[in-house]
């Protein structure tokens, strides 16, 4: 029952957040500011994690194949499936839920519970509309760029420690990551990574936006919307794949 | 000019406003007083559409404000402007940036004319040099006069203050008393102030209801409030040592 409700006050919410802007020329300018702060803002540790995980895959393939009936490039292979299918699209998503997902909450909480957004809509202002459509669509259109650079720095890490340790040659991990490639791989996880960008932002929002109380609450929030955004990332996962790759 | 008729509100079981009727009248400055709690902001609240009321009416000029859309109301809305008892002040803006917000969503004024209008405005606050700071580094009482100069910028036919004076030392509070009366005279504007301070009340009281436990209990101006024999005004006006104190003197000075 009490799914059936959030499932409704998150409908009703969108619907406000997709109504007409008041002014898009400001709602433009919010956008590139969210595109700066979510987007470029998380560079960083996109780049860390995506060098450090392609690496470790590289490691763990190499580990699991030491078989003189696997061929060593399957290395290559493995490592770029695993960042390109799951890595980038998902894991990456998951840590940006952490990440930008509570920013957000504890952003528009914090505007909730000082009556920020009370301020804006006895302005006239659709609170919903001018907050939370600007992040969603910066982040619908940011995150597909950083997981892509995410893809590239998987791959890059793994080439580069596999080498540095040894356990394949620069030769085979560059042929295995070009064996067999099929492009679509790349569109099934930047197909992902949009559907992954609009729950981050939307759940999170919708738990700042619902927030009553004090600081205890917007912390609480924050949590919420981490935990609900990563479940429902992994529910699309699933429901996608199945689409996509099924 | 606005108009409370019969409004209620409960939330749950709990009945909050209990059949309220009040005129805020046009160019004076409107009190709502009582004790914490007893649903002054819940009815501020009402007036500006933030909470539906279950029963009444609120009028502006006429104009049943309850019964409108969102679309309707969104134009009288942008005839409002609110002082919050923190300043709601947006945290990632200026000064500056604060006050030419409703300018740069509601109006076609160039980045010029609106630095204009932002500098008239804080200029009218008595605040200079401020524009470029943030509101975490401004004191409380700075913070609610930006928000004043924000709520003026629009040039508004209605002002709502939910207490103005919280948190602020009495010199401080006589400085935005003054500030709201004088707006208030200045631009004819209707204003609502929510408030459980006296001093507010005996500063700019044109027209006081008292608000206890939900209901009216009692209306007039702040002069009748100190010679009124209504228990419940007389607990409330002089529940400190200090006002009984006054109104001893006063009492053996009429004798």
């Not at chain 1, 799951?86 to 504890?106: D, M, W, Y």
């Not at chain 1, 030769?171 to 992902?192: N, S, T």
């Not at chain 2, 160039?110 to 200079?128: G, H, I, P, Q, W």
């Amino acid at each position: 029952m009490n799914t059936i409700r959030h499932l409704g006050a998150y409908y009703l919410l969108m619907a406000r957040v997709f109504s007409r802007p008041e002014k898009p020329a400001l709602y433009r300018r919010q956008t590139f500011a969210e595109i700066e702060k979510l987007g470029l803002g998380s560079l960083g540790i996109v780049a860390i994690i995506s060098i450090f995980m392609g690496a470790v895959i590289t490691i763990q393939a190499a580990f699991g194949f030491e078989s003189p009936w696997i061929p060593l490039y399957a290395v290559g292979v493995t490592t770029r499936d695993s960042v390109l299918l799951e890595f980038s699209p998902t894991i990456v998503s998951l840590i940006l839920a952490g990440k930008v997902g509570s920013n957000i909450a504890s952003e528009i909480g914090t505007m909730k519970v000082s009556e920020q957004i009370d301020a804006l809509e006895i302005m006239g202002i659709n609170s919903a509309s001018y907050l939370i459509l600007p992040k969603i669509i910066a982040a619908v259109f940011i995150n597909p760029f950083l997981i892509v650079i995410s893809m590239f720095l998987g791959l890059l890490g793994g080439y580069l420690f596999g080498v540095l340790t040894g356990v394949v040659t620069p030769h085979e991990y560059v042929y295995g990551i070009q064996f067999d490639f099929r492009p679509f791989k790349v569109v099934y996880a930047l197909a992902k990574t949009v559907v992954f960008a609009f729950i981050i932002t939307s759940v999170a929002s919708y738990h700042g936006y619902r927030t009553k109380g004090g600081a205890l609450e917007v912390g609480q929030s924050s949590t919420k919307a981490v935990v609900y955004s990563s479940i429902v990332i992994l529910i699309f996962n699933f429901i996608l794949t199945q689409l996509l790759l099924a | 000019m606005i108009e409370l008729r019969n409004i209620s509100k409960s939330f749950g079981d709990k009945e909050v406003i209990k059949n309220f009727s009040f005129v805020c009248e046009k160019g004076k400055t409107n009190l709502i007083i009582g004790a914490s709690g007893s649903g002054k902001t819940v009815t501020m609240k009402c007036m500006v559409g933030l909470f539906e009321p279950n029963s009444g009416q609120v009028l502006y000029d006429g104009e049943n404000f309850t019964g409108m859309s969102l679309k309707d109301r969104k134009k009288i809305r942008r005839e409002m402007g609110m002082l919050f008892q923190g300043g709601a002040l947006f945290d990632s803006m200026t000064v500056e940036q604060n006050v030419i917000f409703p300018l740069s969503m509601f109006t076609e004024m160039s980045d010029e004319e609106k630095r204009e209008r932002a500098n008239f405005c804080l200029t009218r606050v008595n605040l200079e040099n401020v524009n470029h700071l943030y509101p975490s580094e401004i004191s409380g009482g700075m913070k609610k006069r930006v928000a004043i100069a924000r709520a003026i910028s629009l040039q508004p036919k209605y002002l709502f203050c939910d207490e103005p004076n919280s948190g602020l030392d009495p010199k401080t509070s006589i400085v935005i008393d003054e500030l709201i009366r004088e707006i208030t005279y200045e631009y004819q504007i209707t204003t609502l102030v929510i408030t459980h301070d006296m001093g507010s009340v005996m500063e700019i009281g044109d027209r006081v209801a008292f608000f206890h436990d939900g209901q009216k209990a009692w209306e007039g101006d702040k002069n009748q409030i100190l010679e009124t024999d209504n228990q419940l005004v007389v607990d409330f006006v002089y529940a400190s040592e200090f006002m009984k104190e006054v109104r001893r003197i006063k009492r053996s000075a009429t004798k």
